[in-house]
């Protein structure tokens, strides 16, 4: 199997691939099944999803899992997958062993192998990873003892990584807190200034595109100053109504080109982070945007989890699931600028 579009990474052992899990996605998720896809023995894309919550919901996840890729690929024209690698991880209930997780899991493995099977697509190797150790539940339905992960000594699979240029993320929740909404004073603050503004933004109304570019043209600018951490309370309410707007939102997906990249991403995180409980949802568009320009500083942890979030934010907002697609393709720098810069176009 090989794993970096620069370099060639050999992934030859199920556990060389337990251990390549924190390199597909740019970090190592939680609760979570992970689909690495194969064309040939060639790794061209990795899809994260949420495990369900109970086990009546298995058969059903197992289905569309398996037929998502498939149709997806389809419709844009491109080959459906040779095989797969699934991932299930998840951590046990407190006080219980972590070998209680694979015995869980492994009905749902057998059927997820099952799914793909029926739609004539390899299953490589089902791996659970729970506590820092792996099951391989390709065949195994009642799991033994786990192997241990590389852990303070890397394993081949982590230093063919190192030497392809390719890095894991600290932690998901290191990177979560990034764009956590603010508290204390300052929040209080912001709260004043967004309930103002939701007084005067009716349900639905459009923004005003012209004064809301000026606007955001402004706080990018001041952004590009590293010292800048801020914007006035009543510009950051304005923004946060504004780019509720889709015209708005899809001009500042080309803020990054326009202006510079930390810029943006230092202008999208503040926005984030400034909407405060019971605002939360007016997060959905700064964390979109601010995955758009993750994507393009080749931090695909940061834009995967960002639009994580802005998709539990508000479930029925199109752009954030249209993106987890892409990324999953996943599609190129320049083809996402090629969109941000049809964006302002139409704008």
Same mark, same amino acid.
């Given at each position: 199997?090989?794993g970096?579009?620069?370099?060639?990474?050999?992934?030859?052992?199920?556990?060389?691939?337990?251990?390549?899990?924190? =390199?597909?996605?740019?970090?190592r998720p939680?609760?979570?099944?992970?689909?690495?896809?194969f064309?040939?023995?060639?790794?061209?894309g990795?899809?994260?999803l949420?495990?369900? !919550?109970?086990?009546?919901?298995?058969?059903?996840?197992?289905?569309?899992?398996?037929?998502? +890729?498939?149709?997806?690929?389809?419709?844009?024209?491109?080959p459906?997958?040779?095989?797969?690698v699934l =991932?299930?991880?998840?951590?046990?209930?407190?006080g219980r062993?972590?070998?209680?997780?694979?015995?869980?899991?492994? +009905?749902?493995?057998?059927?997820?192998?099952?799914?793909f099977?029926?739609?004539?697509v390899?299953?490589q190797?089902?791996?659970?990873?729970?506590?820092h150790?792996?099951?391989?539940?390709?065949?195994d339905?009642?799991?033994?003892?786990?192997?241990?992960l590389?852990?303070?000594?890397p394993g081949?699979a982590?230093?063919?990584?190192?030497?392809?240029g390719?890095?894991?993320a600290?932690?998901e929740?290191?990177l979560t *807190?990034?764009?956590?909404?603010?508290?204390? +004073?300052? !929040?209080?603050t912001?709260?004043?200034?967004?309930?103002t503004?939701a007084?005067?933004?009716?349900?639905? !109304?459009?923004?005003?595109?012209?004064?809301?570019?000026?606007?955001?043209?402004?706080? *990018?600018t001041?952004?590009t100053?590293?010292?800048?951490?801020a914007?006035?309370?009543?510009?950051?309410?304005?923004?946060?109504?504004?780019?509720r707007?889709?015209?708005?939102?899809?001009?500042?997906?080309?803020?990054?080109?326009t202006?510079?990249?930390?810029a943006?991403?230092?202008?999208?995180?503040y926005l984030?982070t400034?909407?405060?409980? +019971?605002?939360?949802?007016?997060?959905?568009?700064?964390?979109?945007?601010? *995955?758009?320009?993750?994507?393009?500083?080749?931090?695909q942890a940061?834009?995967r989890?960002?639009?994580?979030?802005?998709?539990?934010?508000?479930?029925?907002?199109?752009?954030?699931?249209l993106l987890?697609?892409?990324?999953?393709?996943p599609?190129?720098v320049?083809?996402?600028?090629?969109?941000?810069?049809?964006?302002?176009?139409?704008?």
């Open positions: 199997m090989s970096s579009e620069s370099a060639t990474v050999r992934l030859r052992t199920p556990a060389d691939v337990a251990e390549a899990l924190p =390199y597909l996605l740019g970090y939680r609760t979570s099944l992970v689909v690495a896809v064309h040939g023995a060639r790794l061209t990795a899809a994260r949420d495990l369900p !919550a109970g086990e009546s919901a298995w058969f059903d996840f197992a289905a569309e899992t398996a037929r998502g +890729p498939i149709s997806m690929l389809d419709d844009r024209d491109r459906v997958p040779d095989s797969v =991932y299930l991880v998840d951590d046990p209930a407190p062993p972590a070998r209680t997780v694979a015995a869980h899991l492994a +009905p749902l493995a057998g059927l997820l192998r099952a799914a099977t029926h739609h004539h390899t299953v190797l089902v791996l659970c990873i729970s506590c150790q792996w099951w391989d539940l390709t065949l339905i009642t799991p033994g003892p786990g192997t241990a590389a852990d303070t000594t081949p982590t230093v063919a990584f190192t030497v392809a390719r890095r894991p600290s932690s929740d290191a *807190a990034t764009f956590t909404p603010l508290a204390g +004073p300052a !929040a209080d912001l709260r004043t200034a967004l309930d503004a007084s005067a933004h009716c349900p639905g !109304a459009a923004a005003r595109p012209g004064a809301a570019h000026v606007l955001l043209e402004r706080a *990018a001041a952004f100053d590293p010292a800048t951490t914007l006035p309370v009543a510009d950051t309410a304005t923004l946060l109504y504004a780019l707007d889709r015209l708005v939102r899809d001009w500042a997906m080309s803020l990054p080109d202006h510079t990249i930390p943006a991403r230092r202008l999208f995180t984030a400034a909407a405060v409980g +019971p605002h939360e949802v007016l997060a959905c568009a700064p964390l979109t945007l601010l *995955a758009v320009t993750a994507w393009y500083d080749d931090d940061l834009a989890l960002a639009l994580r979030r802005a998709h539990h934010l508000d479930p029925a907002a199109r752009l954030p699931a987890q697609a892409a990324f999953n393709l599609i190129s320049q083809q996402l600028k090629d969109l941000a810069r049809a964006g302002r176009s139409t704008s």
